[in-house]
């Protein structure tokens, strides 16, 4: 019986180990180890022994197999169950990684990046940075300046006026020159200055103009400047900025501020000429608005825009365009 019990437990065992499901497994636990099973039905058969020491023997035999058989089912039963987690698992899985089709990262607007490397080539010519108030007094706009009231220039400058002070005391500033005031005042000369930053004019935008737009102003003040100081600057700062091929000219104009003035253009490889801005010698009124001795000190000054600067070297024709916020434009530079 021993040896039946034997081939019993191997068939068990070779059974419960092909099962592919645990339906199956269920069954052939019921037909092996279950109590109608193949391997119980020894137990049934251990009261037809007729010595005790073999009913104990042969006992022994059969809760060996059960046992085997048991072991080999729980450990089929464990192998289903982890199946169905990891199935059940990979079904539920949430997929939460973020899709980044193309990097997003953004960049300086281009006007930004002109003022930027104006400040660079100007830097690296020896001049300083200065900024001042976008707020100003009529006194650094206009009046030291060399534009008291009622002088005609002031008209050329749409003035936008803020509610604060005695009326028309307080306005946007419509040009960078009024920090070169404030610059003689508290830098002692010499001075080699460059002020950038945000001016205001009460104009219609159109493709030219806009009421919010940016310059860059130039102060030089040392003993000796003359005009070939202001000239070498000028044509020294058009090589680094656009490059070798640019030169400058400077032509006859008026300024209220500087004496004698000039505006200056520039000159591409081709031969065509973008006008830049306006330049001089610091009128001695100035000198003297931003507290130095005309005989003592003497020096030029020059103002430009910046958003004219960014529209010329990349070609925009409408400066308009340059403030949208369609990014099949910004997204060009
Ligand atoms: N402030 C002038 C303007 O806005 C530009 C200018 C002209 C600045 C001559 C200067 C200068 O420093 O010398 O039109």
């Known amino acids: ?47 037809g022994l007729v010595s005790v020491d073999e009913r104990k023997a042969v ?39 973020e899709v ?63 509610d604060y002070g005695t009326p028309g005391s307080t306005v946007l500033r419509t040009h960078t020159s009024p920090v070169q005031i404030r610059v003689m005042q508290h830098w002692p000369p010499p001075i080699y200055a460059i002020m950038p930053g945000r001016v205001f004019r009460n104009e219609t935008p159109d493709a030219t103009h806009l009421p919010v737009f940016h310059q860059i102003e130039g102060l030089v003040i040392d003993r000796h400047i003359t005009l070939a100081d202001l000239a070498g600057t000028i044509e020294a700062f058009t090589k680094a900025f656009f490059g070798e091929g640019f030169s400058s000219r400077l032509r006859p104009s008026f300024f209220p ?29 100035v000198l003297r608005a931003g507290g130095l001795d005309p005989e003592e000190w003497s020096g030029f000054a020059f103002g430009f825009g910046i958003d004219r600067m960014a529209k010329e070297r990349h070609g925009v024709d409408d400066i308009r365009v340059m403030y949208s916020d369609d990014l099949r434009f910004v997204e060009q530079f």
């Open 257 to 285: 501020f500087t004496e004698p003035s000039a505006e200056f253009d520039i000159r591409r490889p081709d031969g065509t000429w973008i006008e830049l801005g306006g330049s001089g010698m610091v009128h001695p009124n």
């Open 100 to 162: 980044i089709a193309r990097p997003t990262r953004g960049h300086s607007h281009i006007v930004t990046q002109a003022w930027e490397r104006l400040e660079d080539v100007f830097t690296g010519l020896g001049f300083q940075v200065a900024e001042g108030p976008e707020v100003e007094t009529d006194f650094y706009n206009f009046e030291a300046l060399n534009m008291p009231p009622s002088h005609p220039a002031r008209s050329m400058h749409d003035t936008f006026f803020v």
């Open 1 to 47: 019986m021993i040896e039946e019990i034997r081939a019993a437990q191997a068939d068990a065992l070779v059974r419960l180990a092909a099962v592919s499901t645990p339906i199956e497994l269920s069954d052939v636990i019921a037909e092996t180890i279950g109590k109608k099973g193949v391997l119980a039905a020894f137990r049934n058969r251990l009261g």
């Open 59 to 97: 006992g022994a035999v059969v809760n060996e197999a059960i046992a085997a058989a048991q072991a080999a089912a729980d450990a089929r039963r464990t192998e289903f169950a982890t199946a169905v987690r990891t199935a059940q698992l990979a079904a539920e899985r949430i997929d939460l990684t």
